[in-house]
């Protein structure tokens, strides 16, 4: 049997996760995703989250623990940070929809960069 050290495996997760969704830069703003069903963007939201929690856990463990509260408290407050993310993407239509998703969540329990 094969086994694969836990970074591996989360990093091929990782990378799954980004280009799963097969969404470039460019041409890929926040204005698309607001024409999306609500569905399909918490399910963006949700893939967001989870890779910044994911990379937070390795680099930053007190972010991740921040995201954990912020986000993953309950369901109810899982839905008011969609709605923290889609206000966000409505007043910047023209950005890419991740890099609202990371902004908004650096705002609510800090930067990843020193």
């Known amino acids: 049997m094969i086994k694969c050290s836990s970074s591996a495996f ?4 990782v990378i799954g996760l980004v ?3 097969n969404l470039s830069a460019e041409n890929f ?5 607001l024409d999306w069903p609500e569905a399909s963007q918490e399910a963006l939201f949700q893939n967001s989250i989870t890779m910044i929690g994911i990379v937070a856990s390795q680099v930053k463990p ?10 993953g408290a309950d369901e109810a407050l899982g839905k008011k ?9 409505e007043k910047y239509p ?6 609202i998703v990371l902004a ?7 930067k990843f960069a020193s």
């Open 94 to 99: 023209e950005y890419h929809p991740q890099a």
């Open 81 to 89: 940070r969609y709605d923290e993310i889609r206000s966000a993407l």
């Open 29 to 33: 703003t926040s204005a698309k995703v």
């Open 19 to 21: 280009y799963s969704q």
């Open 104 to 110: 908004v969540v650096q705002k609510a329990c800090g």
């Open 62 to 71: 007190d972010i991740a623990r921040c995201i954990d509260k912020w986000y």
């Open 10 to 13: 989360k990093a091929v997760l």
